[in-house]
């Protein structure tokens, strides 16, 4: 039973990394809501006639829903620099939900200011980081929490005196994005660690 809850909950987690309701992937995977629903909540047996048409639907593979049986489940990636960063992934390389601890310099707003596709919500752990959002500013501080629109222009840095540190969790398509800006940049500058990055 706790093995069918895993594989319900690595689903749903699948599900919701890509922005999608029951519905919409139910519909997808040409099957009814309430099957999946079953599914996500430990309730129904998986077989491979269910999952092949979700996961096809979700980009992922079969064996990704399927519980590990790695006897130690700690994430051991080494951190990278670039652009005033200090990045640390805390989640393994594959997951849909990837999470990293960041520590961002102080420096002065950022000039040119990014767009992308995906989800992006962050947690401050110390110091005081701003949040461009367009022509908007907004300073957070340490114990504060922000989820914005990734396809708004938008840039973060530490305001100082000290370094900002923070929780950030991005699904595929938001790191994606940030790998494909960070291959085109390596080109002018050193080889980066392997594995999909922040740029």
């Known amino acids: 039973m706790e093995e069918l809850a895993q594989l319900g909950l690595r689903l749903r987690s699948a599900r919701t990394a ?20 079953r599914l996500e909540s430990g309730k129904r047996q998986a077989s491979l006639e269910l999952l092949l048409p979700i996961t096809r ?26 652009n005033g960063m200090l990045v640390q992934p805390l989640s393994p390389e594959h ?6 601890k960041i520590r961002y310099v ?15 919500w962050l947690y401050v752990l110390s110091g005081r980081l701003r949040l461009q959002l ?4 907004i300073l957070l501080r340490a114990g504060e929490a922000a989820e914005f629109d990734t396809l ?15 929780i950030c969790i991005l699904n595929d398509a938001a ?12 080109a002018e500058d050193h080889p980066a660690p392997p594995g999909r990055q922040l740029s």
């Open 18 to 37: 890509h922005g999608w309701t029951l519905d919409r992937l139910a519909r997808s995977a040409g099957i009814s809501p309430s099957t999946l629903s």
């Open 57 to 82: 639907s979700l980009g992922i593979t079969v064996d990704e829903l399927l519980v590990s049986s790695s006897p130690d489940p700690r994430v051991q990636r080494d951190a990278w620099e670039r």
């Open 95 to 100: 997951s849909p939900v990837h999470t990293y």
């Open 106 to 120: 102080p420096r002065p707003p950022i000039a040119e200011l990014g767009s992308h596709d995906g989800y992006e």
């Open 134 to 137: 367009g022509e908007e500013e």
């Open 152 to 166: 708004r222009p938008h840039g973060l840095s530490a305001v100082g005196p000290e370094d900002a540190e923070v």
């Open 175 to 186: 790191v994606n994005t940030h790998a494909e800006h960070h291959a085109a940049a390596r």
